[in-house]
């Protein structure tokens, strides 16, 4: 199991909104800041989100990144073909001295 | 442009030693943290650990202690993940990617492309 939850799938239509989950605890998401990353399939994980909500040169304003308490939320919106892919939440533990990921959830654009 | 680029994939026999590289370009390489982060097959990402090659400090993902080596070489902007003595539950990609910190702000900007490992009598 995954120190950080996010739910397996999402799924919507084109051109649609979705948001991907991200729950934690105080001893990470509570205390740190939260990054997102983008895998589309056959490739590396690409920095989607720093800073809770920061995007990074090239990313489009499509996506968003928010936290409230020990959650974090990733938001889509204009939903295309091509954001088809996994995408992970980050940050870090305190309690585990470690970098912690989320599970990963597979977006599905029908 | 940052690029990081790691080494081709391997094949090799439980017991083999391994080790994998990545080499950094379009950045002062010493000055910025690069970390490894193992992906299973289907799987999730999972860190393991990280250096910062100006003076090689080390730190470890409490799960990774002791099963790999980190290191990494200034002068060729290359890092490395080594392992002694493989095991089947090694395969995996193992990606490279530069770590930012900042107190509580850390992330991973730039990533390799990947380094398939696979272990198999």
């Known amino acids: 199991q995954s120190v950080l939850t996010q739910p397996p799938s999402v799924s919507a239509a084109p051109g649609q909104k979705v948001t991907i989950s991200c729950s934690g605890s105080s001893s990470n998401i509570g205390n740190n800041y939260v990054s997102w990353y983008q895998q589309l399939p056959g490739t590396a994980p690409k920095l989607l989100i720093y800073?809770?909500?920061k995007r990074p040169s090239g990313i489009p304003g499509r996506f968003s990144g928010s936290k409230s308490g020990t959650s974090a939320t990733l938001g889509i919106t204009g939903l295309q073909t091509g954001d088809e892919a996994d995408y992970y939440c980050?940050?870090?533990?305190?309690?585990?001295?470690?970098?912690?990921f989320g599970g990963g959830t597979k977006l599905t654009v029908l | 442009e940052v690029q990081l680029v790691q080494s081709g994939a391997e094949v090799k026999k439980p017991g083999e030693s391994l080790k994998i590289s990545c080499k950094g370009s379009g950045y002062s390489f010493s000055n910025y943290w690069i970390g490894w982060v193992r992906q299973m097959p289907g799987k999730g990402l999972e860190w393991m650990g990280i250096i910062y090659p100006g003076d090689s400090d080390t730190r470890y993902s409490p799960s990774f202690q002791g099963q790999v080596t980190i290191s990494a070489d200034k002068s060729i902007s290359t890092a490395y993940l080594q392992w002694s003595s493989l095991q089947a539950s090694d395969s995996a990609i193992y990606h490279c990617a530069r770590y930012r910190q900042v107190t509580t702000l850390r992330y991973f900007d730039y990533w390799g492309q990947g380094t398939l490992v696979t272990v198999s009598s």
């Open positions: 800073d809770n909500n």
């Open positions: 980050g940050t870090w533990d305190s309690s585990l001295s470690a970098v912690v």
